[in-house]
């Protein structure tokens, strides 16, 4: 089992096989080098953890949840070229082989590389005081992760706007293009967070690991090359899950008509 993390810019709280990652570098939570090494080591820690099967990304405080990258510490001397550690920025945004459900609770100001973070969790809930842009383009650079996700998430003629001008866009917007899963009032968004992390920690954690997989690995690929890797079994994860306990396990319950008692196994 990982180690929590009580205090710092990240902390940690554990409650049964759901990990909670708080991100807190007041005044605005944005990520310097140090504290994406830190994000980077926590969801490595939850990927290689059997005990864990769902992760929440949130942030402390009601105005931020996260800007991006710390101008200030680049004025400082951190590179923005430096070492973000094992995840790449924020920690998600290049971890190799997270085959587990990440899910993000955005509380307000969600811009830039925050914005882009969020981008690299699965689901997506914001209070309806959250606001969202990807700004650089104002600043003379590129919203690199953001310019190639974007576009593959929600209709291009939208993302390209978003891209190209920098502008703001409400919670009710971003559900619209389909960037979010749910909108909540600021004092439910957690609980509401939390009901969806156990709703999925009750879930199939072989499934979960070959759906992640196959999405990840058939976004570069032809429909029938991607799904004949599927029906060969040459994903690891769908291999493991066919010659699972769990297969079996979910087609005996379906015929006994119970709920089936998932051991990842």
């Known amino acids: 089992m990982m180690d929590m993390l009580?205090?710092?810019?990240?902390?940690?709280?554990?409650?049964?096989?759901?990990?909670?990652?708080?991100?807190?570098?007041?005044?605005?939570?944005?990520?310097?080098?140090?504290?994406?090494?830190?994000?980077?080591?926590?969801?490595?820690?939850?990927r290689d953890d059997d005990a864990l099967r769902v992760a929440i990304l949130r942030a402390a405080g009601e105005k931020f949840f996260c800007p991006g990258w710390d101008l200030k510490a680049a004025?400082?001397?951190?590179?923005?070229?430096?070492?973000?550690?094992?995840?790449?920025f924020g920690g998600l945004q290049e971890l190799p082989h997270l085959n587990k459900p990440v899910i993000c609770a955005v509380n307000g100001i969600c811009c830039g590389g925050g914005l882009e973070l969020a981008l690299s969790c699965d689901l997506i809930l914001?209070?309806?005081?959250?606001?969202?842009?990807?700004?650089?383009?104002?600043?003379?650079?590129?919203?690199?992760?953001?310019?190639i996700k974007l576009p593959k998430r929600i209709p291009y003629h939208v993302a390209m706007d978003l891209l190209l001008t920098g502008r703001w866009f409400d919670a009710e917007e971003a559900l619209r293009?389909?960037?979010?899963?749910?909108?909540?009032?600021?004092?439910?968004?957690?609980?509401?967070?939390?009901?969806?992390?156990?709703?999925?920690?009750s879930g199939p954690p072989l499934v979960y690991a070959a759906i992640k997989e196959i999405v990840r690995e058939a976004e570069a690929m032809r429909f029938q090359d991607a799904l004949n890797r599927v029906t060969r079994r040459q994903f690891a994860t769908v291999d493991t899950l066919y010659g699972s306990e769990d297969l079996l396990e979910g087609q005996n319950a379906f015929a006994e008509k119970r709920n089936p008692v998932w051991k990842g196994r």
Do not use: K
């Not at 004025?75 to 790449?88: I, K, L, M, Q």
């Open 6 to 46: 009580t205090e710092g810019p990240i902390r940690t709280r554990i409650e049964g096989a759901v990990l909670e990652v708080t991100l807190d570098r007041p005044n605005a939570n944005a990520i310097d080098l140090a504290t994406s090494r830190i994000m980077g080591e926590v969801f490595r820690a939850f």
């Open 75 to 88: 004025a400082g001397g951190d590179a923005v070229d430096g070492d973000y550690g094992v995840g790449g």
């Open 126 to 147: 914001a209070a309806d005081t959250a606001r969202f842009a990807l700004p650089e383009i104002r600043s003379g650079t590129v919203a690199d992760a953001a310019s």
């Open 177 to 201: 293009w389909g960037l979010l899963r749910e909108v909540c009032a600021p004092h439910d968004l957690l609980e509401q967070t939390w009901e969806l992390a156990r709703h999925l920690e």
